[in-house]
């Protein structure tokens, strides 16, 4: 049976290709500066396919949604373990290259500006994927309007690193600099607590 398409759904499909963006950039730094000597792009392609780009309703399985949006999540994933991790075997130093160029992306691709954290916070949790909405993968510990809270509950990224026999402390290290680029007109910046919890607070910029 068919199921009716949710706003939900185009939020999810839209944070998917915000990663799978974010997949691209990957691979083309390393094209352009040739770290890892393979066709990296192509691996990635091979071992786990592309998102299709297009008019979801056109695109996606509506007998089976959920499962639909699901495997895309596992899509880009995956692909940004596997690419970070091929490079990264290569030399440990590319990640600080790696993480300049997420933080540019953020700033120049997005713009969270506003005073209000809270606010700030919620506009940032309809840009990054944090697993499918059931997951409840997060959860926000304190809400002001001047520092948000929020821990990760359910490890939905460590899977596709211990795939590839990659760290997942990399991903929270890129993930960070490319919020803190999309925070970066702004005052907001999100810093690591620790392993699973992170805050944002303002911070007053310097003149």
Known sequence: MKEALAPVHFWMYYKIQVMQKLVELVT???????????DLKQEVTLEYGEVPIGDLKE????DNIHQWIENYVDVVEGS?????TKILNEDSDYLNEIKHEFFDYGAKN?????INVA?????????????????????????????????EVVNVHDKYWQAVSGDVKNYYELII?????????GSSVIKKIDERTFEIV??????
């Open 177 to 185: 600099a490319f919020i803190n680029g999309i925070f970066s007109q």
């Open 202 to 207: 303002k911070e007053p910029k310097s003149e």
């Open 80 to 84: 940004l373990a596997f690419a970070i």
């Open 119 to 151: 606010n700030n916070y919620e506009k940032l949790n309809s840009i990054i994927l944090n697993g499918m909405p059931c997951d409840k993968a997060i959860e926000v510990t304190s809400s002001s309007f001047s520092r948000v809270e929020f821990k």
């Open 59 to 62: 695109l996606i399985d509506l």
């Open 110 to 114: 997005f713009n969270i500006r506003g």
């Open 28 to 38: 083309s730094l390393n094209a352009t500066n040739n770290w890892y000597a393979g």
